[in-house]
Structure formats: structure tokens, C-alpha cells
T-cell receptor
Framework: GQGVEQPDNLMSVEGTFARVNCTYS??????LSWYQQREGHAPVFLSY????GLKDSGHFSTFLSRSNGYSYLLLTELQIKDSASYLC???????????FGSGTKLTVEP | DPKIIQKPKYLVAVTGSEKILICEQY?????MYWYRQSAKKPLEFMFS???????DNQTASSRFQPQSSKKNHLDLQITALKPDDSATYFC??????????????FGEGSRLIVV
């Protein structure tokens, strides 16, 4: 819904970084959220952004460009346990409703 | 200790039957939600409730009926079950609706298989 698109898979190496991309196409934008979901478990909130630019939260950082309908989640100093699916979600038409992308499965290799 | 309790964790139902999924949250939140996740689709919004009142409904079928007997309860009744209803149903909550509605806390889900 709302054209939230994410690549299906991403692979990276322990100790390096990974950038998970998300594009969306909607008007009336009310913000974008990122969630982590491990196989067989519930999504866990990571970050919410509504203003353009980079929001640095340590291990996880998020970037937003509203004019381009684009966001990314940046994970630094990757650990094996960061292997999970990362879900992007756009709030539309109001804050209560989140439209999720299909998620990007990140695999961190030794 | 889990703060959002969903019951049952797993269930198998026969086509045409009716089931109720239970959700209780102990976070002191005023807003609760239901989302659905199937193998073929992204996590999909179904309902939002605030102070036991329905706020948003994105579910086309009336076979899905939320029920809120207490502020911290939001059950989901599903009638006339179909195989396409097979999915994991996640209950979630947030402090309020509106801006804080973007920070959702999810339960571990109820996995429903309809045969």
C-alpha cells in the first residue's frame, strides 16, 4: 500500500555497515518508521523520522528525503545478531495507520 | 515479562468456523491496533482503537470484528473463516493515537491456519 518499496534481500559482513533502502509514493505524508523483525517474532520499533536529513541514533541511523520519497536505515559496526528483516512503514492518511513495505532481509556474514 | 499478551499463539481452524483472538496489553497505553501478516503480503493494518473507540478501519470484510471490553483489551473475532485468512495476526499498542501512534509495541502474534 502507498507504494512502499524495499529490496528483498541484503548481505553484508560483520564489522562493516549496511544500508537498507525504502522508497514510497504518497501525498499527505505523516512520517516514516523503521522496525526490526526477527523470524517468527514481532516487529520491534527502531526509529521514526518526519523531517529531512540524517537522524543519528548510534548503531542505527535513519535518513529521509521527502522530496524524493526516499529513506534509508543505516546500521554500523554490524554484528551477526543484526541479521533480521527491516521493515519500513509510512504513516498515511493519518498517524494511526502505518503502511508497511515487504521488508528487507539482512544477512550479516562473519 | 511480555507486556502485550496474545492468545492463542497458534491455532488451526476449519473453513466456515469462527475464532476469537485475544489481546491484552499491560503498558498503560490508550491506543490499540490489529495488523495482519501473511506469507504473500506485507504487514497490513486492520483496525485502530483509542479509549475503546474505533478510530480507523481498513478491513473490507465485516467478518472481522474487533471487541474491546476493557481499555487494555482488544480482541478480534473472525467469522466464516476462509483459507485466505491464514496469517499471523499481531496486536499492537501505543501511548495515544496521533503522533505517538507511530511508535507501536507489538505482541508476539497469533498464527492462524485455516484448512
Amino acid at each position: 500500500g502507498q507504494g512502499v518499496e524495499q529490496p528483498d534481500n541484503l548481505m553484508s559482513v560483520e564489522g562493516t555497515f549496511a544500508r537498507v533502502n525504502c522508497t514510497y509514493s504518497t501525498s499527505g505524508f505523516n512520517g516514516l518508521s523503521w522496525y526490526q523483525q526477527r523470524e517468527g517474532h514481532a516487529p520491534v520499533f527502531l526509529s521514526y523520522v518526519v523531517l529531512d536529513g540524517l537522524k543519528d541514533s548510534g548503531h542505527f541511523s535513519t535518513f529521509l528525503s521527502r522530496s524524493n520519497g526516499y529513506s534509508y536505515l543505516l546500521l554500523t559496526e554490524l554484528q551477526i545478531k543484526d541479521s533480521a528483516s527491516y521493515l519500513c512503514a509510512v504513516s498515511w492518511p493519518n498517524y494511526n495507520v502505518l503502511y508497511f513495505g515487504s521488508g528487507t532481509k539482512l544477512t550479516v556474514e562473519p | 515479562d511480555p507486556k502485550i499478551i496474545q492468545k492463542p499463539k497458534y491455532l488451526v481452524a476449519v473453513t466456515g468456523s469462527e475464532k476469537i483472538l485475544i489481546c491484552e496489553q499491560y503498558l498503560g497505553h490508550n491506543a490499540m491496533y490489529w495488523y495482519r501478516q501473511s506469507a504473500k503480503k506485507p504487514l497490513e493494518f486492520m483496525f485502530s482503537y483509542s479509549y475503546q473507540k474505533l478510530m480507523d478501519n481498513q478491513t473490507a470484510s465485516s467478518r472481522f470484528q474487533p471487541q474491546s471490553s476493557k481499555k487494555n483489551h482488544l480482541d478480534l473475532q473472525i467469522t466464516a473463516l476462509k483459507p485466505d485468512d491464514s496469517a499471523t495476526y499481531f496486536c499492537a499498542s501505543s501511548q495515544e493515537t496521533g503522533y505517538s501512534g507511530n511508535t507501536l509495541y507489538f505482541g508476539e502474534g497469533s498464527r492462524l491456519i485455516v484448512v
